[in-house]
């Protein structure tokens, strides 16, 4: 895989489905923005029957809220997610819906592909961080803005490590003190489960949803064009980089530094967290984006590849044969040839 280099002059990216359409069949067309999962659930569907569409548009966002609920959040008591750490240390360890098997193993391959720069097991590590609550925290209170203590990372990190975990007929075995986080992939599993939704659904003829920082772009518009989902630029808030020109079927992902931080004396503290050291990742980079079919695989790559920097990020990217896309803290963008044939600079 041949990789390209461009240099943008000042512009920045975030992932937005522009939702670009001729001016023609308007009616069949719905846009609609709501949350869940803690971020923007953007969608526009092309539907055959209007009213239908609007309960299919909500139907989604229902099933977005209650993936995070009932099944990936940390924070919600009743998540699987949450009772999994919950039984952190017993003997019995806890048995696995086969979803959350299927995805936890997913998961596994790529840490150890990655060499752990994905490590869904360091949530002891982004609780000390707590970079969520802080990213949206006003000046005020940014003032009592603090790293977390040495020793309390160190403990954290002692409590991490995917190769410590046990996955076993089913059942899931962590060690005593370790929490998992699934924020590295909850919104790409979104994708995937929305566009099985949308394959179940007889009036939704196209669609590009975006959960967060991940993309899925189903069917096909009523006029025939690609689905244009737009990067953002990582140092430019509400302008983009450049579009990808998409047909239906594909996820895209993006990591970045600009998406959840706060800065004090000079430094970036944003979430994308290196499980060698636990403070925020500091290489070259400002974002990666990865494009795939798959949205878990699309989420949990921009991540490692975040982790990973430019090089090590692009042979993990060839290893799993998607498309990628680095921007470097000098806006200088590099690509794999594959996307850069649906790359168009903004
Ligand atoms: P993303 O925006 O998909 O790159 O995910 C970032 C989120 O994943 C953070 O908000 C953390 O909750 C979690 N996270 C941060 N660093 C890592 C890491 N190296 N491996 C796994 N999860 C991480
Ligand atoms: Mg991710």
Redesign the pocket.
């Known amino acids: 895989m041949k990789q390209r280099k461009w240099i943008f002059a000042g512009m920045l990216l975030s992932i937005l489905s522009l939702g670009i359409t001729g001016c023609d069949k308007r009616p069949d067309k719905l846009v609609s923005t709501g949350t869940a999962m803690g971020t923007v659930v953007q969608e526009t569907l092309y539907v055959t029957d209007i009213e239908q569409g609007k309960k299919t548009s909500k139907e989604i966002l229902s099933l977005v809220e209650s993936l995070e609920k009932g099944s990936l959040s940390w924070r919600e008591s009743d998540a699987e997610l949450a009772q999994i750490n919950l039984l952190a240390g017993t003997k019995e360890g806890i048995l696995l819906t086969e979803q959350m098997q299927t995805d936890l193993q997913q998961i596994w391959k790529i840490s150890e592909a990655s060499k752990g720069?994905?490590?869904?097991t360091?949530g002891g590590v982004?609780r000390l961080w707590d970079?969520?609550t802080w990213a949206v925290a006003d000046t005020q209170a940014l003032e009592q803005f603090q790293e977390p203590g040495a020793i309390l990372l160190q403990e954290a990190l002692n409590n991490s490590g995917y190769s410590k975990v046990l996955i076993q007929k089913g059942r899931m075995y962590l060690p005593e003190g370790m929490c998992l986080?699934l924020?590295?992939?909850g919104?790409g599993i979104a994708c995937n489960r929305i566009r099985e939704y949308l394959a179940g659904s007889e009036e939704i003829t196209g669609a590009v949803i975006s959960v967060g920082?991940s993309i899925v772009t189903y069917g096909s518009k009523t006029d025939g064009s690609l689905w244009q989902v737009a990067i953002m630029h990582p140092r430019k808030e509400g302008a983009y980089l450049g579009v990808l020109s998409l047909e239906g079927e594909w996820c895209v992902?993006t990591?970045g530094d600009y998406?959840?931080y706060v800065e004090k004396d000079g430094i970036r503290y944003h979430?994308?967290?290196?499980?060698l050291s636990g403070y925020p990742v500091n290489n070259e980079l400002c974002s990666v984006t990865i494009l795939c079919r798959d949205g878990l695989l699309s989420?949990a790559l921009?991540?490692a590849c975040?982790?990973l920097g430019a090089e090590e990020g692009m042979k993990l990217a060839q290893e799993f044969q998607v498309e990628a896309l680095f921007v470097t803290k000098d806006l200088e963008v590099i690509m794999t040839d594959g996307m850069a044939q649906y790359f168009t600079v903004a």
């Open positions: 720069a994905l490590d869904v360091i982004t970079l969520d986080d924020g590295a992939v919104k920082g992902s990591s998406e959840r979430h994308i967290i290196d499980p989420d921009s991540t975040f982790v």
